[in-house]
Structure formats: structure tokens, C-alpha cells
């Protein structure tokens, strides 16, 4: 009888340890219950957090997509030379440029949040000088703010993101920032045709202010406070971010576990970065940063609707399908990132890439020779889509993917850095570049960039990882020791 009480006593002490999670708020001991993991279902702070960080990508896509449409009122009411308003709509990858120079370092010093806020305020005020521009100088200035701002914030997010987000998950919430992207690209293109260029510049101001108020109400990034030796903060920003019925004690002992490695380690510098243990990383972020602006992304945003007109289509009607095809095939992104896994849908982005730009060539072929002239606008409008609906699918989120993933936490800074200044200095290329490739023979441009997504193709399959399901300690743990 005896016996049979203390059975039925540790019976009832073991379901009470399993269905009750004590949190000692006042010291840095969590007790948590082993009903649920870590890597979990969506809370409603994870939820609000990415939502935070991605009205900042929303900000960037309509800052991108913000020349297009008003064009020629700009030029109309300013009187602008086609000179002077290609400098105005470079300026935005300058900025983002010399933003990208100090992202790393900024997130590092004071933190994902203080970034995204210095961005959107930077940003703000770079809408305000052009909304309220009376002429070219402060109309350039504008742009060059706005795209310094973007330059932190590209960053920012999806570091942010990845950091904040179980490995089931964190697949779908860097392609987020494609999503918005992709929507706020959208907005402008559709908000240009009926309202006037400086009332439109006044929305773009919208989402920075927010993600401006939305950043008083998130946690700060739990691996950067473990980083900085914020216990109480990191295990309280963790215990939020994963609900409070969530066993956190597994994640938050590999993070710790992995930081204090880290700190072993001595500081990093910029040549530090080409070490032989940090060189596959370093390959295939830069490589795959370079192979996804070479491959036309920018251009064709930029130069759609001249494309359109070159080929024979409808500009308004080739620019509206390319601007609304974008935001479904992000959500199919999202959705299929952390279910299909990053090689093959990467992989598939690419080729359909591929697939669009040789179409397109294809098109520009056939009014060369005056072939099928019925027909050929079809193949641009019919290759143009299909890059538009597949690039966003992969491609347009798998190098700020791989950056926040597979970059360790002690070079993250620097080498992120580097690897935002190099996707600013190709897209800045591109987008100069591109129109002067269109004037020398529209079907050889659109072949050289099949040939750079082939590329890329046989880039993922032989040097990307694949990282779904994996932390992000795992990930940088096994990357590092592949050379060594």
C-alpha cells in the first residue's frame, strides 16, 4: 500500500512538472515545460515582430519602385533633362551602397532595433526633401537618403529576421522580405497612375513611420543580447518571442553554448575574413549576392516598361501584369521556402529565370528578321512574366537568406557588410549598364543574362547548402569546419 502512494506521488509530481512552466522573472532561471519545443508554431510576438521588421522592406519597395511611375511629371514639373532624372533614379543604389558600408557595424554597436529606427528615420527624411522639392539638388539629396536608409535596413531585416525565428520557420520569414518588397513595388505602380509625384512621395513615408512605432513594442534580437552578455534579456526576449508555454531551455543553451565559443575567438578583423575557414561561407553569400544582380533583376525592374514598348507589347499592360504576378509568386516563396528546401526551389527560380530571358531574346530575334511579327510581342510579354513569377520565388530572397544564415555571428558584421556592398555595386552596374546593353542589341542582352542564371543554376547545385531545419549554430558550425 505504501509503495503504491509514493508511485501515485511521482506520478502526480511528474504531470505537474510536464503541464506547469515557472518563470523566475526576478533572477536568470527559466523553468519551462516540456509540452512544447522551441521550434514551434507562430506566437503572437514573432508574428508582430516580423510584421515590424517587414514594413522596412515594404519601405525599400516603394522607394525602388517610386521612379517609374512619375517619371515624366517629375521631368515635366522640374524640368528635368532624361540626364539629370537617370541620375536621380541611380542615386538610390549609391545610397544603399554607402549605407551597406556601416550596416554590419551599426547592428553590431547598437543593435537590430537601433538599426531598423536609424534607417526608417534617415529614410523619412530623404521622402520629405523629395515630396517638397523645388529643384534638382534637393530632389537627388532625397534619393541618396532614402537609399542610405535602405542600405541599413536591407541589412538589418533579415538578420533580425533569422534571428528571431524557429529553424522550422525561418525559411518562409526571410522570404517575407521579398514579399514586401514585391507588394510595396506594387503600391507605387498603382498609386502613380492616379495620384500627383509629390503626394505619392508622402505615402512612401507610411511604412517608415510604421516600423518607427512598431519598434517600442518588439524585442531586440535574442542572439545579439546573448552576444553582448544580457542574460535576463536574452532569456526573457526568448521566452516572448516562443510563448510562454514553450520549452526554451535546448535553444537557449546552444545559443549560449555557441556564443561563449565565439568569445574565445579574437576580434575580427576586415582581413581576417579571407581565413581559410571562413572562405566557403564568405564564396557562396558574395557569389550568390553578384550571380542574383547579374542576372537582370534590377534592370528589368527598372527598364520594364521600355522593354514592353521595344518588343511591340502594351507598356501599361506588360508593366501592371509584371508588378501584380510578383506578389503571388512571393507568397508561393514564403510558403514553399521551408517545405520544398532552398537548393531545389532556388534552383528552379533560376532555370525559370533562364527560361524568361531566353524568350525574351527569342522575341527581340524574330523582329530583327521580321519573323512571326504577330507573335514575337508575345514571347517578351509571355518571357518577362515568367522571370517576374519565378525570380521572387527563390532568387529574389536566397542571398539575404544565406547571408543571415551561414555567416558566424563574430564575422557577421564585416562580412555582411561586404556582402551588402557587393549587392548594391552590382545592382548599381545593372541598372547603368542595362539600357546601353539594350541599345547595342535587346536579344544579345537578354542571352548574356541567360547565360549568367545558367550559371547560377550550376552555382547552387555545386556550392549552396542545403540549411532547412537546421539552427543557426549548426549551420555556421558546419560551414566553418568544411575547409579545415
Known sequence: MMHTAENKGEEDAMAVTSHLLVVDREGDNIVCSSRRRSDSSITAALAFSAFAAAC????????????????????????????????????????????????????DCIGRRGTLGLSEMISSSGWILIAFSQGVWSLDLGRLLLGVGDGLVMYAIPVYLAEITPRNLRGG?????????????????????????????????????????????????PRYL??????????????????????????????????????????VNFSDLFQRKYSYALTVVLGMMALAQFGGATGILFYASE????AGCSTKVGSTAMAIIQVPASVAGVVLMDRAGRRPLSMFSASGMCLGCILTALSFLLK????????????????????????????GGLPLLLMSEMLPINIKGLAGSLAMAINWSTSWMV????????????????????????LMVLFIAKLVPETKGRTLEEIQESVTRILN
Open 307 to 310: 522593354i514592353f514598348e521595344s
Open 226 to 267: 546573448a552576444n553582448k552578455g544580457r542574460e535576463r534579456e536574452f532569456k526573457l526576449a526568448l521566452l516572448r518571442l516562443r510563448g510562454e508555454n514553450v520549452n526554451i531551455s535546448q535553444e537557449a543553451s546552444d545559443i549560449k553554448e555557441y556564443i561563449q565559443t565565439l568569445h574565445q575567438i579574437p576580434t
Open 431 to 454: 541598372s547603368y549598364a542595362f539600357n546601353f546593353m539594350l541599345d547595342w542589341s535587346s536579344s544579345g542582352a537578354f542571352l548574356i543574362l541567360a547565360g549568367v542564371n545558367a
Open 368 to 395: 530583327e528578321h521580321q519573323k512571326l511579327k504577330e507573335y514575337s510581342p508575345y514571347f517578351a510579354l509571355i518571357g518577362i512574366l515568367g522571370y517576374s513569377a519565378t525570380c521572387p520565388v527563390g532568387i
Open 173 to 221: 520569414s526571410a522570404l517575407l522580405v521579398q514579399l514586401t518588397i514585391c507588394c510595396g513595388v506594387s503600391t507605387m505602380y498603382f498609386a502613380g497612375n492616379v495620384i500627383t509625384w509629390r503626394i505619392l512621395a508622402l505615402i512612401g513615408i507610411l511604412p517608415c513611420l510604421v516600423q518607427l512605432l512598431c519598434l517600442f513594442f518588439i524585442p531586440e534580437s
Open 56 to 107: 522596412g522592406s515594404f519601405a525599400y519597395g516603394c522607394a525602388a519602385g517610386y521612379s517609374s511611375p512619375v517619371e515624366d511629371e517629375i521631368m515635366s514639373d522640374l524640368g528635368l533633362s532624361t540626364a539629370d532624372f537617370s541620375l536621380f533614379g541611380s542615386l538610390l543604389t549609391v545610397g544603399g551602397l554607402l549605407g551597406s558600408l556601416f550596416s554590419g557595424k551599426l547592428t
